[in-house]
């Protein structure tokens, strides 16, 4: 049998992405990986799409809510990369055949005024970078069958990192009580879920803390310019090829997927 190592683990995950094709968790077969080994995946994985042309936009928080903690089973949050090819610009469709088995899930998007880098960043610390704020829906498509995995299998496949889309209304963090700003999850036409911001660790700033401190511990920090998705603040809903997603918020307005 061959040995499991970190280009092989990517050789795979990449090859699944490309080729819409989803298969078992790798510790399943490679029960040692460990979270370092997960972020040298995700990295390398990364490494490959920069070196296709690919260009790093920014970062995802995963599993910072409770309510995705406990769809997922897992209660430790992680981070992901973004790059310029995930971004469904606002109006377009999400061609569902083009992916495995997208979920849609919104979330309170920061854009980065300047860089950020831990460790020992602070909630308040973080505001300060943060020169705007959008609503979010990220697009997730796990790599693995029916989203099964452990915290070292999602962090390997990029926290299932997929598609994003940013509305169109920017605020200010000053205008905002961001904890309390709330959203209605809407699956054709129906709310089907909501949450405010302080689903997400309290107070999404706490996200954006915890992904600093948590890229320092790797060498990394936040850039200015970046997105940071600081994760989903209700369970996700399943996508149709037909069906309409969106999401509306307080403050922040409204974001709307179309499937097909
Ligand atoms: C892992 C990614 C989680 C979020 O916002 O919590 C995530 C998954 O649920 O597949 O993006
Ligand atoms: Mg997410």
């Not at 995802?60 to 995930?86: C, E, F, H, N, Y």
């Amino acid at each position: 049998m061959t040995e499991w190592n970190v280009e092989r683990a990517a050789t795979v995950l990449a090859d699944a992405e490309a080729g819409r094709t989803d298969r078992g968790p790798l510790t399943d077969e490679w029960p040692g990986l460990d979270l370092a080994t997960g972020y040298r995946i995700q990295d390398e994985i990364l490494r490959r799409k920069v070196e296709a042309g690919e260009h790093i936009v920014g970062v995802k928080l995963g599993l910072t809510s409770r309510a995705k903690q406990q769809r997922m089973g897992i209660d430790s949050p992680l981070t992901g990369w973004l790059t310029d090819v995930m971004v469904l610009p606002a109006g377009a469709p999400l061609v569902t055949r083009e992916l495995i088995h997208p979920r849609v899930e919104p979330e309170i998007v920061f854009v980065l005024g300047e860089r950020l880098s831990g460790p020992a960043v602070t909630a308040a610390r973080a505001m300060e970078a943060v020169s705007h704020v959008y609503a979010g829906l990220e697009v997730i498509d796990s790599r693995y069958t029916d989203f099964r995995f452990s915290l070292p299998d999602v962090v390997a496949d990029n926290a299932s990192a997929s598609r994003y889309v940013v509305g169109s209304v920017g605020r200010k963090p000053s205008e905002l009580d961001l904890a309390l700003e709330a959203c209605l999850l809407e699956v054709d036409g129906e709310v089907v879920d909501s949450a405010t911001g302080a689903a997400v660790q309290g107070h999404p700033a706490e996200a954006l803390a915890l992904a600093a401190n948590s890229l320092a511990r790797r060498g990394l920090a936040l850039e200015a310019g970046w997105l940071v998705l600081t994760g989903g603040m209700t369970d996700a809903a399943f996508t149709r090829p037909g069906g309409t997603i969106a999401v509306h918020f307080t403050n922040l307005g409204s974001v709307t997927i179309g499937c097909e």
